[in-house]
């Protein structure tokens, strides 16, 4: 369920490519692609997920669904995915969990650096920016991550840690998809 209307890319742009990152692409990658999801207006964005070592076909942990429900995402048909260079080259932002996650990103493709960041690093740096299009916020936010570096940027795994823990790290990405959702579609 979309939270915002439905719009047609603007005539001649692509379609702007978010992709969320954890390791086993169960827990805090996909509360963060369905909320991110939900937050911005179809057919101008795509919103994905993968891990690092992803529990691949797996479906959302039943309390990443419970708190992705509670923030009024969708769990329905999400299968894990594995992380291949094929999807870090076609992202042009690449949100990981951890500071951990985006040096394994970088090392892989040393070549996303300036569309890379942890979740939290970007949503302080999206919140920062004035500029208009996605493009333009990503390029901003590469330009300036020293910004951003007194605050928090991991989002602890809350895989096998019970509801307290996935409650936190969904709070966590909630607040932070909200303020890229603002960024992104300004």
């Known amino acids: 369920?979309?939270?915002?209307?439905?719009?047609?890319?603007?005539?001649?742009?692509?379609?702007?490519?978010?992709l969320f990152v954890c390791i086993g692409?169960?827990?805090?990658?996909?509360?963060g692609e369905?909320?991110?999801?939900?937050?911005?207006?179809?057919?101008?964005?795509?919103?994905?997920?993968?891990?690092?070592?992803?529990m691949v076909g797996y479906a959302m942990s039943?309390?990443?669904?419970?708190?992705?429900?509670?923030?009024?995402g969708d769990p329905t048909g999400f299968a894990a995915r594995q992380l291949t260079?094929?999807?870090?080259?076609?992202?042009?932002?690449i949100l990981t969990a951890t500071r951990e996650l985006r040096s394994?990103?970088?090392s892989e493709s040393p070549g996303a650096l300036r569309r890379t960041f942890t979740i939290l690093e970007f949503a302080a740096l999206a919140a920062?920016?004035?500029?208009?299009?996605p493009g333009e916020v990503v390029k901003w936010a590469g330009a300036h991550r020293?910004?951003?570096a007194a605050v928090e940027q991991d989002v602890p795994d809350p895989f096998r840690r019970g509801a307290e823990v996935h409650a936190a790290a969904a709070a966590a990405i909630n607040g932070a998809v909200l303020e890229i959702a603002k960024g992104l579609s300004r």
């Open 1 to 18: 369920m979309s939270l915002v209307p439905d719009l047609p890319p603007p005539i001649g742009l692509p379609t702007f490519r978010v």
């Open 25 to 31: 692409n169960v827990c805090r990658s996909p509360v």
């Open 34 to 54: 369905r909320l991110l999801a939900a937050r911005l207006p179809r057919g101008r964005f795509e919103v994905s997920s993968a891990g690092v070592g992803a």
């Open 62 to 72: 039943k309390y990443a669904s419970a708190e992705l429900r509670g923030y009024g």
């Open 85 to 93: 260079p094929e999807l870090i080259q076609d992202a042009d932002l």
């Open 104 to 106: 394994q990103v970088l």
């Open 128 to 133: 920062m920016s004035d500029v208009r299009t």
């Open 146 to 148: 020293s910004a951003a």
